[in-house]
């Protein structure tokens, strides 16, 4: 018991430096916009300092949890999308739990990140049907549910948008019901299927005069 409270005296006296990575998550901003790319990594390198007993329930704990920056966007007028770009301290550790002052932050890698930010825009959108082998000639695909759907995204995506299309379905079945492709930059496809049915052409009949 003397050993184990001379050793843990001892390590308390010193300063540690321990390294950890964390994983880094999108910046959260409010819901009339939405973070677009730019961060080009997933995790980030934290460097941390700290007497003996901090560091190992640091160990033990395992509290710092994630990386996150939240942004407001002050200047709701400028021209979408902005390119964003932040320095990363101490206050953009997540905790699992209490956080505990005995671990101090000393070094970021990559010290900052950088983020693109864009106005979110609604439209309603019609759909095409995606088939995975051809299909007759003049046999048409037919929607018998939603032919316009909701779409909420990243304006400079969801304002080049002409229609939506599905995942391949097979033109061998009577009815089909087809998850719709959701574009990179848009937040939500409403409703997010629909369903369809191939319909052949109608006949047309031609009497020749007599």
Known sequence: MVSLML?????????????????????????DFIVLSGLGRDSVHVTFTGKGIGVLRDQITRNPESVQVNVVVSDRNQVFPVSVSRELTGS??????????????????PGSIEFIIDRNTVRNLPVAI??????????????SSNSTVEVKGAE???????????????????????????????????????????????????QLAQ
């Open 7 to 31: 050793w843990v005296i001892s390590m308390d006296e010193n300063l540690f430096e321990i390294n950890d990575t964390l994983p880094l998550y999108p910046p959260s901003v409010s819901p």
């Open 92 to 109: 953009n550790i997540k905790f699992n739990g209490d956080r505990y002052s005995s671990l101090s932050v000393v070094e970021f890698s």
């Open 130 to 143: 995606t088939s995975s082998a051809s299909i007759p000639e003049r046999y048409y695909w037919s929607i």
């Open 156 to 206: 400079s995506i969801v304002s080049q948008l002409d229609s939506c299309y599905t995942v391949p379905v097979n033109p061998g079945m009577d009815n089909v019901h087809a998850a719709i492709v959701k574009p990179e930059g848009v937040v939500y496809i409403s409703p997010s299927s629909v369903s369809a049915e191939l319909v052949s052409p109608v006949e047309v009949i031609i």
